[in-house]
């Protein structure tokens, strides 16, 4: 079915709405949530206080509409990046690269996700849990297809795949993680995360 296109009114309106969700992430990443207002957020993005709330019901309503939508982003970026095609070493390098790829393009968001959902009060976390555990099942769920196929032809060893997903996965964000703390004084990229995981560790 052809995608309906967007008025000009209606274009405009997402033109608008994406720039204050950028100057809010500019200055919650910068300052923390509770210590930016509303009337902050609009003079960042250089609209009248009122203008937000065309837009967003309060500043924990944008919050969660930033995180939400920048979720929705790494999400369909890696589950396209596993079923980029070719084998499954492939798949693979594929999920690795776009990872690293995305949390280094991204460092403001991931340092206000980090810093904020986790310690956010209730009310702000309320319908957020979810949908990101969501977000996450599923791309651990398609990284375990990729170690089935890998299993039936014999490729990987007969564990349990989810497992092994969530093993890489977790690799991944702990170097991540690694590099956010420290830079680039530990470089990596996809090939030692792929050493390390396959056990390619050992002096020959």
């Known amino acids: 079915m052809e995608e309906k296109k967007l008025s000009r009114k209606e274009r405009e309106f997402l033109r608008h709405r994406q720039e204050i969700l950028e100057s809010a992430l500019e200055l919650f990443s910068e300052k923390g949530f509770h210590n930016i207002t509303m009337h902050q957020i609009a003079g960042e993005s250089e609209f009248a206080v009122g203008t937000l709330y065309k837009f967003f019901a309060n500043k924990e309503d944008l919050y969660k509409a930033l995180i939400l939508e920048k979720s929705d982003e790494f ?21 690795l690269d776009t990872h690293i790829t995305l949390f280094m393009e991204n460092l403001k968001f991931v340092r206000l996700y980090f810093a904020e959902t986790r310690g956010a009060s209730f009310n702000i976390r309320a319908g957020l849990d979810e949908e990101l555990r969501d977000r996450y099942d599923q791309i651990l769920e398609k990284l375990a297809d990729i170690f089935k196929r890998g299993i039936r032809k014999k490729l990987f060893k007969k564990l349990d795949p989810l497992l092994m997903a969530t093993a890489l996965d977790g690799i991944t964000r702990a170097l991540l993680f690694q590099r956010l703390d420290h830079g680039d004084e530990h470089p990596f990229d996809a090939d030692m995360i792929i050493k390390i995981f396959f056990g390619q560790v050992f002096e020959e």
């Open 75 to 95: 999400h369909s970026t890696l589950m396209k990046a596993i079923d980029s095609g070719g084998d499954e070493m492939e798949c693979i390098r594929g999920f």
